[in-house]
Nanobody, 123 residues
Framework: VQLQASGGGLVQAGGSLRLSCAAS????????MGWFRQAPGKEREFVAT????????YYADSVKGRFTISRDNAKRTVDLQMNSLQPEDTAVYYC?????????????????WGQGTQVTVSS
């Protein structure tokens, strides 16, 4: 599976962005997906995850109520809608896939990673 993330950019605090991750391979619908982020000087952290069917989602407390993860298995895409963005959301955002249907918050349990897309939120 190859993953290509897009949609990052520069936005003012309070604004919105929608990230998208396009996947290759016919097994996409069998894989749980996740979004992670890494700010300068910090470790990569979990943001959101969605099960293979899309029926189960889970969010980091820091983004709950502001971010929404969704997927379209027919299009092989997973999106992250980010609203009410704050400067502390500034990071490189990565999409990831794991070879199982169930969600997880641990980056080490994901098997495939995209290249990352930069999100910068100005105050």
């Amino acid at each position: 599976v190859q993953l290509q993330a897009s949609g990052g950019g520069l936005v003012q605090a309070g604004g919105s962005l929608r990230l998208s991750c396009a996947a290759s391979g016919r097994t996409f619908s069998n894989y749980a997906m996740g979004w992670f982020r890494q700010a300068p000087g910090k470790e990569r952290e979990f943001v959101a995850t969605i099960s293979a069917s899309g029926g189960v989602t889970y969010y980091a407390d820091s983004v709950k109520g502001r971010f929404t993860i969704s997927r379209d298995n027919a299009k092989r895409t997973v999106d992250l809608q980010m609203n009410s963005l704050q400067p502390e959301d500034t990071a490189v955002y990565y999409c990831a896939a794991r070879r199982t249907a169930s969600i997880d918050v641990h980056a080490t349990l994901y098997d495939y990673w995209g290249q990352g897309t930069q999100v910068t939120v100005s105050s």
